[in-house]
């Protein structure tokens, strides 16, 4: 599992983006935290019914990289979480519709 730090992104402020911390347990495959399996946001459990899309993104100015899970959880919320090259885990503010 891990956890995400209370600072946000450090490398160039990965892409400028207000992004919030959050925990996210993963499914660790052949790579580490390949997927996302449950995300904990202000101590509440969403687990991921599915994973919607993955993107690798990477900065244009520097070699930041940070790969972005598109979820859908069980309770039917759509969340966008982005995991940072340091291994933090953050939630994009446009996260958290309901599917619909």
């Known amino acids: ?23 996210v347990e993963c499914y660790a495959g052949s790579r580490a935290d390949e997927r996302p399996r449950r995300v904990i946001i202000d101590g509440r459990e969403h687990l ?35 995991r940072s090259g340091d291994g933090s885990w953050y939630m994009s503010p446009d996260s958290r519709r309901t599917r619909g």
Do not use: C
């Open 1 to 23: 599992m891990k956890r995400a730090g209370a600072s946000i992104l450090t490398s160039d402020n990965l892409f400028r983006m207000d992004l919030r911390a959050i925990t």
């Open 48 to 82: 991921v019914a599915r994973l919607l899309e993955e993107t690798l993104d990477e900065s244009s100015d520097s070699k930041a990289q940070r790969r972005r899970f598109k979820v859908l959880t069980d309770e039917g919320i759509v969340l966008d979480v982005i």
